[in-house]
């Protein structure tokens, strides 16, 4: 309690030593303040004109076109278009187009303009809705506005005119990729073809030059494995033919449906089937039965006509007479060297194929590897062109919907007028500063003065300056004289003060009121 006494206490003696100095707080008001308020008073009015615009970038279509068209992304185009709106080149726009390029005399002068244009246009978004306002301030109040209204309609056309123009350089970018590649594929197939013109008795038909030398040699093996079997039944039916003088008509009679074979034993078996089948059905005297049994009859007198042909040429040769077995038996093995003879010349003809490819042995795989270079690199052309293909009928697509309907709708919220009143500057606010500067600026240099050359109030004061004991105090003699002066003091230091007030109550009377006293003053 007793240290809060003691501050109580030097805090009342700062303040009386300021008191003292007052006439510092009347000299910096007087200097202050006047000037201040002169200054505020002449400061140009500033008006503000302001819009608000909703951009709407919910579409129908952006669901009905979804994976059919190339699509963007109408929020990220907003945003992006509203951080570029104010940059040079668009300010430059909106200083030409609102006339404000007729204030300036010089190339320095207008990038100047510019370059505080593009600070003093504010765009700012309202929230998550696309709800975007646009101020600007003048003191002249239509270029206020003329300036909202230039920098509104850049921002709707150019949001516009982005997707338009986007979309066409698109379309201009692929129609000249999709003739490139157009070209490079003629290329590509005429050089392809040039190529298989050029080696096509060398190249195999199909497959790879390995996989046809294996079909090859596997029928070659196949064919002579063939032979080898045939002629193993020759051998087998000349060891029959020594074996049948020994054995009975009536064995080779059985025996012959299972060694000799001609053209006809197929469709006599058939016929055969066929007439049992018949007569499980019909009876005898039925057209079908007897129509199947001549041509039964028919095929066996063929049949019969052949071997006797076949033993009569035997004969014909000077050969011995033979049995009906010896006589099927060597029909049989006259087929099966015929088939040996054919088998012979394939194997020829396989052998020389063979030893053809093993001729080119270095030379084909050289053109095989050039023949898939080709082909590789006509099916990579062939891909991307067909890809840019698909590409084009994407963004045509997408063109007409934006013909159709808009991606993005601009609702103008708020449209942009020319102030009644002016925004600014708030004068009220100023002259309050300029007064607390006034005062304060004084008090500041009174406290400052009665540090440097203090007045002592009280006896106490001395304790704290010194070591000597104080014995009593003296008044002064003329009292009365030092009261007056004091009382004037303070009437002048009211007076002065009074005066100030007065002049600010006036000021923001003036203001509120909204009277131009600046005017008033110089008409």
């Keep these: 309690m007793h240290d809060f006494q003691q501050t109580l206490v030097q805090l009342l003696d700062l303040v009386k030593g300021i008191w003292i100095k007052k006439r510092y707080v009347i000299i910096v008001s007087w200097l202050v303040c006047p000037i201040g308020f002169v200054a505020v008073a002449t400061l140009p009015d500033e008006y503000t004109s302001k819009a608000q615009v909703y951009v709407d970038t919910r579409s129908v279509l952006q669901h009905l076109l979804q994976g059919l068209a190339i699509q963007s992304n109408p929020d990220s185009e907003v945003r992006m278009m509203a951080r570029t709106l104010l940059s040079r080149s668009n300010v430059e726009k909106i200083a030409r187009e609102s006339d404000l390029d ?53 921002f709707v056309e150019g949001s516009l005119g982005n997707n338009r123009r986007d979309t066409d350089t698109a379309g201009r970018f692929l129609e000249e990729q999709i003739a490139e590649y157009e070209s490079r594929l003629s290329e590509a197939e005429q050089r392809l073809a040039n190529f298989k013109r050029q080696y096509n008795n060398i190249l195999p038909m199909s497959g790879s030059y390995y996989s046809s030398l294996q079909e090859l040699t596997a029928d070659l093996d196949n064919t002579q494995l063939q032979i080898r079997q045939t002629t193993q039944q020759v051998e087998s039916l000349k060891s029959q033919i020594k074996k049948s003088t020994t054995v009975r008509n009536s064995s080779v ?4 449906d299972t060694i000799l074979k001609t053209r006809y034993d197929d469709r006599i078996q058939t016929l055969e089937e066929q007439l049992d089948s018949l007569r499980l059905r019909f009876t005898t005297k039925h057209p079908d039965v007897i129509e199947t049994q001549q041509l039964l009859e028919s095929l066996e007198e063929s049949r019969q006509k052949e071997i006797e042909s076949f033993i009569a040429s035997m004969e014909s040769d000077g050969q011995a007479p033979m049995n009906e077995l010896t006589q099927e038996i060597k029909l049989e093995m006259s087929r099966l060297q015929s088939e040996i003879a054919s088998l012979e010349v394939k194997e020829t003809d396989l052998q020389r194929k063979i030893a ?46 934006e013909v159709s309907a808009e991606e993005l709708q601009f609702r103008i919220i708020e449209p942009p ?11 009220i606010i100023l002259y309050t500063l300029t007064l607390f500067l006034g005062f304060g600026g004084g008090i500041g240099l009174a406290f400052i003065v009665s540090q440097l050359n203090p ?40 007076i002065s003060s009074g005066a100030i007030c007065l002049i600010f109550g006036v000021l923001v009377a003036a203001e509120i009121m909204n009277i131009n006293v600046v005017g008033r003053l110089t008409s």
């Design 102 to 154: 007729l204030t300036t005399n010089s190339e320095r002068e207008f990038e100047d303009l510019v370059t505080r244009l593009a600070s003093e246009i504010q765009l700012r978004s309202a929230g998550r809705d696309n709800i975007y306002d646009i101020s600007y301030e003048h003191p002249n109040a239509v270029t206020a506005q003329r300036v909202v209204q230039e920098t509104l309609d850049l």
């Design 253 to 256: 009679s059985n025996q012959e």
């Design 356 to 401: 053809e490819l093993e001729s080119k042995v270095d030379l084909i795989p050289q053109i095989e590897a050039e023949s898939t270079a080709l082909n590789r690199d006509y099916e990579i052309m062939k891909k991307k062109y067909e890809e840019l293909l698909a590409r084009r009928e994407s963004a045509d697509l997408s063109r007409r919907a």
């Design 417 to 427: 007028l020319v102030a009644n009143k002016p925004s600014g500057p708030n004068r």
């Design 455 to 494: 007045v002592l109030v009280r006896p106490k004061q001395l304790n704290r300056l010194s070591d000597f004991p104080i014995w009593g105090t003296v008044s002064h003699l003329d009292v009365d004289k030092i009261r007056r002066k004091n009382k004037l003091r303070v009437f002048i230091f009211v």
